[in-house]
C-alpha cells in the first residue's frame, strides 16, 4: 500500500507508483488531501493513467484524522510525505510525524522530501521567496485577500509593503526558516468585520503571514536526523542534491 500524504497532483508520487507496480503483483494508492475537490481530479487522473493495475482509495481528509484510519491498515506500506513538512511549524513538524510513526507497523516505511538549500546564500534565498515577477508575493498575500472578501476586512495592500528574511539556526534541534512580513509604509488601521478586530499600525509595524517559526524550514542533516529521532523514526537511507534530502525512515 502507498500512502501518500498531501497528495497534490500526485506527479512525484506517479515515480513511485510505477517502482511499485512493476515489481509488485497488487498496490493500493491512498492519496490523502485535505482539499477534497482537487484530490478526486486527482485520483481520477491517477485511475485514468493505471486502470485496474491500482486500487485508488482516496481520503478528502486532514492528515490527523486520515492517519487514524491508515492506522488500521494491515497492508505493508510506504507511506509518502513530499514537499509538505518543511512549511509547518517545528513542533507541528514534530507532532505529524509522531502521528505518522504510530500510523506504522513494524516493516512500514517513510518516505519525506526535505529543503536542504545551503543557508549561507541569505540573498539568493531571499530572493527567490520574493520574485520580481510577484508569483510568491500573490500567494503570501492569499490569506489577507481572504480576510478581505470573506471575513468583512478593509486592508489597503497599499499601506504596506512586502519583506521577507532568512532566519539561519545552527542548532541541531532546530532549523532555518523564511519569515515573511507586511511592513506598514505610513500609519494606518484596517477593519476585519466577522472578527470584531480593528488594528491600529504605526510606519514600520509588522505583520507577519505565517505562524511564529516561520514557512519553508531549511535542514541541515544533522537537523533533519534529530528532527525524525524526537518522532522515534530512525533513518535508513537518505539521497541529496543541492536543494532536496529525500529519507527513507522507519520506527525505533
Ligand atoms: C506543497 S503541496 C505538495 C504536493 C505534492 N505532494 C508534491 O510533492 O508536489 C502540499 C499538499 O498538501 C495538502 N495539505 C496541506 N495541508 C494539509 C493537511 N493538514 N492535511 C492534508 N493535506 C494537506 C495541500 O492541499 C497540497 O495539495
Redesign the pocket.
Known amino acids: 500500500m502507498l500512502v501518500?500524504?498531501?497528495?497534490?497532483?500526485?506527479?512525484?508520487?506517479s515515480l513511485i507508483i510505477d517502482q511499485l507496480l512493476a515489481t509488485h503483483e497488487r498496490v493500493t494508492y491512498v492519496p490523502?488531501?485535505?482539499?477534497e475537490d482537487?484530490?478526486n481530479k486527482t485520483a481520477e487522473g491517477i485511475k485514468a493513467i493505471y486502470g485496474n493495475k491500482l486500487d485508488v482509495k482516496p481520503i478528502g481528509?486532514?492528515?490527523?484524522t486520515?492517519l487514524k484510519d491508515i492506522s488500521t491498515y494491515t497492508d505493508r506500506k510506504l507511506i509518502?510525505?513530499?514537499?509538505?513538512i518543511q512549511?509547518l511549524p517545528y513542533e507541528t513538524q514534530v507532532e505529524y510525524l509522531t502521528e505518522i510513526r504510530n500510523a506504522m507497523r513494524d516493516g512500514d516505511k517513510l518516505l519525506v522530501?526535505l529543503d536542504i538549500t545551503d543557508t549561507s546564500q541569505k540573498q539568493t534565498i531571499e530572493f527567490a521567496y520574493l520574485d520580481p515577477e510577484g508569483y510568491n508575493e500573490k500567494f503570501d498575500l492569499s490569506s489577507i485577500r481572504r480576510l478581505n472578501t470573506e471575513m468583512g476586512g478593509n486592508i489597503d495592500l497599499s499601506n504596506f509593503e512586502i519583506k521577507n528574511e532568512l532566519v539561519v539556526k545552527s542548532s541541531e534541534s532546530q532549523c532555518s526558516y523564511i519569515n515573511v512580513w507586511m511592513e506598514a509604509t505610513h500609519d494606518c488601521v484596517f477593519d476585519v468585520k466577522t472578527l470584531d478586530l480593528t488594528v491600529k499600525l504605526e510606519k514600520g509595524d509588522k505583520l507577519n503571514l505565517h505562524e511564529e517559526g516561520g514557512i519553508s524550514c531549511k535542514y541541515t542533516i544533522e537537523q533533519v536526523r534529530h528532527l525524525f529521532n524526537r518522532a522515534s523514526l530512525g533513518i535508513v537511507d537518505f539521497w541529496v542534491n543541492k536543494h532536496v534530502a529525500a529519507v527513507v525512515v522507519n520506527r525505533k
Open positions: 501518500d500524504l498531501g497528495s497534490g497532483n500526485a506527479h512525484n508520487t490523502v488531501d485535505i482539499s482537487y484530490l481528509e486532514e492528515y490527523l486520515a509518502v510525505w513530499f514537499g509538505s512549511n522530501t
